[in-house]
């Protein structure tokens, strides 16, 4: 009986620390969620807000209105959906081709593939490869260079080898032929991979950020993450100073609220599409991974 109501100080100590560390990593969020929804009067007033007495949309009215913002989020969205897709399609087919023993020049592609995951060429030959595409301050710039990924194609390569051969052999006496047997039963059992990678790769072109800043000048085509890095950053950019400019009848609207609710918005359709996928992330994963 003694035994059973001794304190287990380890469980304690431990949930007590999961604890804090939880609420220290979920503070900065809760703040820049709730400095979004502040009324830019009593953030003026106040400062700190952490618990804001009026909650109110003016931010993210004023940022949805703003033709930069828009152009910014579509450029985003398309990066997100169109890259995703090629890249899906670019990666599975390759995965596929390399997971089949029957492919003349198996071993070497699988080496050349291998090399690109162990030695990247750098920024410089990037840039030039770029350059001589013809691709400079174009949205393809951020699509093209990063199509597909050498680990990605292992991984993929790793589930594709989980797939029976004589899965393949039925389809082919059924009169199927190689596209027929890639898009009609290959890529619908491989759903769950499909959904991991593509998260992987959504995830990807919508914090695209680097590039955009080495190959995009237009204005116009630079995505979300680099207008939110200028919103961040710089005090002068075309939507900060926007929002010093924007005055009501009463009062403007601080640049603080605007840039915490910039981060909201490039955050929230992520945080969106992860529940949904999960299941398949988990799963999709972990097969690409033991199976390579």
């Given amino acids: 009986m003694l035994q059973n109501k001794q304190i287990d100080w380890f469980s304690v100590i431990n949930i007590s620390l999961l604890t804090i560390i939880g609420l220290i990593s979920i503070f900065p969020i809760y703040y820049v969620f709730a400095v979004s929804f502040t009324d830019p009067s009593e953030y003026i007033r106040n400062g700190l807000v952490l618990f804001p007495q009026k909650w109110t949309l003016r931010s993210y009215q004023y940022l949805l209105s703003t033709n930069a913002f828009i ?7 398309f990066l997100a959906t169109v890259g995703t897709a090629l890249s899906l399609l670019v990666t599975s087919s390759l995965s596929y081709a390399l997971s089949r023993k029957r492919f003349a020049g198996r071993k070497f592609f699988l080496l050349i593939i291998l090399f690109t995951t162990l030695f990247n060429p750098g920024i410089i030959p990037a840039y030039l490869l770029v350059r001589e595409l013809g691709l400079i301050n174009s949205i393809w710039s951020l699509i093209i260079p990063a199509l597909t990924s050498g ?3 292992l991984l993929m390569k790793g589930f594709f080898d989980s797939i029976p051969a004589d899965l393949e052999d039925a389809s082919r006496i059924d009169g199927c032929n190689d596209t027929g047997l890639f898009f009609r039963i290959v890529l619908p059992l491989s759903m769950p991979a499909l959904a991991a990678f593509g998260l992987f790769y959504a995830v990807g072109y919508w914090n695209t950020f680097f590039n955009a800043i080495l190959y995009i000048n237009d204005f116009h085509k630079q995505p979300l993450q680099v207008l939110l890095r200028n919103m961040l950053i710089e005090s002068s950019t075309a939507v900060s100073g926007e929002a010093a400019a924007a005055i009501n009848s009463e009062q403007r609207i601080p640049p603080e609220t605007l840039k915490m609710a910039a981060v909201i918005i490039a955050t929230l359709p992520i945080m969106m599409v992860y529940p949904f ?11 690409g991974s033991v199976k390579a």
């Fill in 71 to 77: 152009q910014a989020t579509g450029n985003s969205i």
């Fill in 151 to 153: 680990w990605y194609v």
């Fill in 277 to 287: 996928l999960q299941k398949h992330f988990a799963k999709g994963a972990m097969i």
